[in-house]
Structures are given as structure tokens and as C-alpha cells.
């Protein structure tokens, strides 16, 4: 399966869970979304989001987030966001990072809720009406996405991907209905035999779908791979600043069939 | 004493506030707390610093969410909170004002009520930034400070109100302070970077400091 096949996997109007910048986003599969003229997805971030989000959003792909966060980090605000958000276009729901992780943790638990400590006094608390408070303790509950996207360093022919420390994709995946990972190198045989590389694999029971996607995170990083990109990572903070820039940056970056995920 | 940078006097006030710390953790995008945490580190070999998004030797192997079960369970003393909006009552909005949207309230609704000593830091003084009133509260808490670019503020618990500790240069601060607070008669100016604290900054520290914040570095130090 390629890049493209696997985005043609996530329904319209799907709620599909994305991780930031800094953490194995599967940014050829989310081209491969906008080619594909994808429709009124619910993107979840865990716990935030950067480019994947910005990108979606700019492309008229997304009616609703649900994020701690949108940022471009050192690059800035996130522009399409932003704008998106002051114009009413799309709709957000805000919440915070361990509010996230605790309703993924409580999906791959198959518990209802998870207590959190604090939060309560944030207007996030009023804003939510999910959250409840049960004898003085907010119970945040459990969040299933219809989908996971992520990309990961090494697919394995058993169907297992290897993420290493960014645990957080595990749990993400263990909370999903369904999870999808683009990888930069295919490994041969089984990782779960590898006794130093099977701490970071996520097994093919939770995965769903893998495609080859080479340098599939540019312009962000893989880590211990290739870094972020950050020239033109400034490059598209200042190009989305408005609604031409920005088409004028998908035009050339993302809608030239061939040209996406090769830079120079 | 010579001359020095902005972000070094900011940076020192911060290694002061850290005195008697063990671990402070420091969220995204916030190079000046970084410096200050180092700056302490350098003096004080037994405290640790947490950097969230480090980019090589992240101390973190369980994903984005074990600095919030670090913090639940009190093992970081410190950390450090900013705000589109701050206000007199220590809460914090990174979430909407004046029509404008901001990225979000990220970790802090959580950090802020758990975390032993919350540092407010925001290096914009104005009225539009130090408000009366938060438009929305992303988090809300007893800070232990709030440094900006002009002023240091103490927090008072029994009067739940920020105290005017100093200023950085000789200005008039309830001018461009948006919400009320107590001050001495006379406000002292803060304590420059002492020549050890300056060596330490440029030497050791900027070193540390420009791997994960390069431009910063650039900027700061000239270091490429």
C-alpha cells in the first residue's frame, strides 16, 4: 500500500487523532488528504498540534478540532488555524495536554473515565460539559478515535511499527478503532523478536495499515534520522500568513504531483 | 560592572528564583527560563532541569505525557507559565482576547495546580498583556513570581495579590500595569548580573542553551 491508498482509508468526517510536530507526524499522508479532497474531519491532538493541522485546516479539510493546542512552536502561530478560528469556520474544543492523554489512557484501559488531578478553576471546566467533577475530582472520559495517523521509522514485514520513545503513539493506537502509520524503511522479519528493539514497537494486532512513505515526515523530523526542515518550515509560517500565500504554497508544494515529500 | 544584555539580567533573576529548587521542567518555546534554569544548574550541580522538547538526550521515554505524571506526583518543583493575558489574580489566558485567538491553554490548566512553584514570565509589560481581568482563564493558581521584561513581582498569599519587588530600569510600572498591586515606597531596581554570572552565561550555559535554541543563541551571544 502507498501513501495514498492509506489516506483513502480515513472517511469523511471522520475523527482522526494526529500527533504534534515534534512527535512522528505522518505529513505525506496528510498531503495525500488534501490531494484527495478529503471532507469535515475531527482532528484530535495528542495532546497538540503544528503543520498537519494548519495545513488540513488552510485546505478546507476540517469542521472541528479538539487540541490543547495549535502551534508552528519556533515558527510561530499556526496561520489557517488562527484565521479559521476568528471567522467561525471551524469549531474547537479546547482542552489540556494530561486531559488528552488521560481519555486516550482510559480507551486502552476500557474503563469509562479517568480521574485528573487540578484543572478545576480553569474556564476550560465550564467549557467542557464531557468533564465532570465527581467529589471535588474532574472524571475525563475515555475518547475513542475513529483513526490514528502517525509516522514511524521502521515497519517490519510482520505488520508491527517501531516508534521508540514516543509512547505516546502507543496509546493512541491502543485507544483507536483503527490506526494507520506511513514508515521511512521497511525491516525485514520480525521486531518483536528483537529483544532491544521490541520495547519500541507498537504490534500489528493494533496497526491496520502501513505505507512506505520515504522521508515521510518532511519538512518536520524523524528523530535520529533527519531533523526539521526549519528553512522551509519559516518558509510556510510566512506564506500562510494569508489565504493566497497559502494556496500559492499548496499549489507548489503539495498539489505538484511529485514534488511533495522531495526536497532538495 | 559591563554592559549586558536584557535577556541576562532576565535569566539571572530567574536563577535566583530557583534557589533551594530540585527540578524545574520548561515547557515549549521558552529559551529565557531555559538560561536561568542552566545559569542555576552551573552553580548547582545537584538540580535538575527538564527541557520538554529537547531535540538530542530528551530525558523523557514515556511519550508527551510523563512530565504530567511527574508533576502529579511532585517530583518538579518548578516550572514556568506564560499568557496572551495575565491578571492580578495570577490567572493566566492562552485561549482568546479582543477577538483574537491564541494557540491554546496547552499543559498549564494541570500545571498550575500542581506544581509547588509556578514562575509567571511574559517579556511584554503593557496594559494589554497584565489585565484586570482574564477574557478566559486557561489556568488558575498561587503563582511564586511573575518576572516580565520590566518588572518582578512577589505573589501574597494572605493578600492573594502581586507586591512590586523591582524594576529593571527606573520608569514609572502602575502606568503600564493594567491591574493593581501593592509596592514599597520606594522600589528598588533589580540586582544587575553580577562578572561570575556573565562568564557563566557566556561561557557554559550559552553552549547548552544553543542547541535547542539556536536563533536565540544568535541573537543573544552571537554563537552560530
Known amino acids: ?264 | 560592572m559591563g554592559a549586558y544584555a536584557r535577556e541576562e539580567l532576565l535569566a539571572c533573576v530567574i536563577a535566583r528564583l530557583l534557589e533551594g529548587a530540585r527540578h524545574a521542567a520548561i515547557g515549549a518555546s521558552s529559551p529565557i527560563p531555559a538560561t536561568g534554569a542552566f545559569l542555576h544548574q552551573n552553580r548547582n550541580p545537584g538540580f535538575r532541569v527538564s527541557l520538554q522538547q529537547r531535540r538530542n538526550a530528551n530525558p523523557f521515554t514515556e511519550g508527551s505525557r510523563e512530565l504530567f505524571d511527574l508533576a502529579g506526583q511532585g517530583r518538579i518543583d518548578t516550572f514556568f507559565l506564560g499568557g496572551a493575558q495575565i491578571d492580578g489574580s495570577g490567572a493566566i489566558n492562552l485561549v482568546r482576547a479582543d477577538g483574537k485567538r491564541f494557540p491554546g491553554s496547552f499543559g498549564s490548566a494541570y500545571m498550575y495546580s500542581v506544581v509547588a512553584n509556578v514562575v509567571l514570565f511574559r517579556e511584554e509589560h503593557s496594559a494589554r498583556v497584565l489585565v484586570p481581568k482574564v477574557e478566559f482563564v486557561s489556568a488558575r493558581g498561587m503563582p511564586k513570581a511573575l518576572l516580565t521584561g520590566k518588572a518582578l513581582f512577589s505573589w501574597q498569599k494572605d493578600r492573594g495579590r502581586f507586591r512590586l519587588e523591582s524594576t529593571h530600569e527606573k520608569e514609572d510600572i502602575r502606568a503600564q500595569t493594567g491591574f493593581d498591586y501593592d509596592a514599597p515606597a520606594t522600589i528598588p531596581l533589580t540586582q544587575p548580573p553580577s562578572e561570575e554570572e556573565l562568564s557563566l552565561l557566556r561561557g557554559p550555559v550559552a553552549q547548552v542553551i544553543s542547541a535547542d535554541y539556536p536563533d536565540f543563541a544568535k541573537r543573544v551571544w552571537g554563537i552560530n
Request: aromatic share 6%; hydrophobic share 45%.
Open chain 1, 1 to 264: 500500500m502507498n501513501a495514498e491508498a492509506l489516506a483513502a482509508r480515513i472517511p469523511d468526517g471522520a475523527l482522526v487523532a494526529l500527533p504534534p510536530d515534534y512527535s512522528l507526524p505522518a505529513m505525506e499522508a496528510v498531503r495525500c488528504l488534501i490531494r484527495r479532497k478529503s471532507r469535515r474531519l475531527r482532528l484530535l491532538g495528542v495532546p497538540v498540534l503544528g503543520l498537519c493541522a494548519d495545513l488540513l485546516i488552510g485546505a478546507g479539510c476540517v469542521a472541528e478540532v479538539e487540541t490543547s493546542a495549535v502551534s508552528l512552536g519556533e515558527a510561530g502561530l499556526a496561520p489557517r488555524f488562527t484565521e479559521a478560528v476568528e471567522r467561525g469556520e471551524i469549531k474547537v474544543r479546547d482542552a489540556t495536554c494530561p486531559a488528552v492523554h488521560s481519555a486516550l489512557q482510559a480507551a486502552e484501559k476500557g474503563v469509562a473515565y479517568m480521574p485528573l488531578r487540578g484543572v478545576i478553576g480553569s474556564d476550560l471546566v465550564q467549557a467542557r460539559s464531557d468533564w465532570k467533577i465527581v467529589d471535588g475530582v474532574l472524571n475525563i472520559p475515555a475518547l475513542r478515535p475513529d483513526v490514528a495517523l502517525f509516522h514511524a521509522r521502521w515497519a517490519d514485514e510482520a505488520g508491527n511499527v517501531w516508534v521508540g520513545r514516543r509512547r505516546e503513539l502507543a496509546t493512541v493506537a491502543h485507544a483507536a478503532m483503527e490506526t494507520l502509520v506511513t514508515y521511512d524503511e521497511l525491516k525485514p522479519g520480525d521486531m518483536l523478536e528483537d529483544e532491544i528493539l521490541a520495547p519500541g514497537v507498537i504490534s500489528s494486532l493494533y496497526v491496520g495499515g502501513t505505507a512506505h512513505a520515504p522521508k515521510g515526515a518532511w519538512p518536520l523530523g524523524l528523530p535520529g534520522v533527519y531533523g526539521a526542515d526549519d528553512t522551509h518550515l519559516s518558509q510556510y509560517a510566512r506564506a500562510a500568513k494569508t489565504r493566497e500565500g497559502f494556496q500559492r504554497y499548496l499549489d507548489e508544494w503539495v498539489l505538484t504531483p511529485g514534488k511533495s515529500f522531495s526536497p532538495a
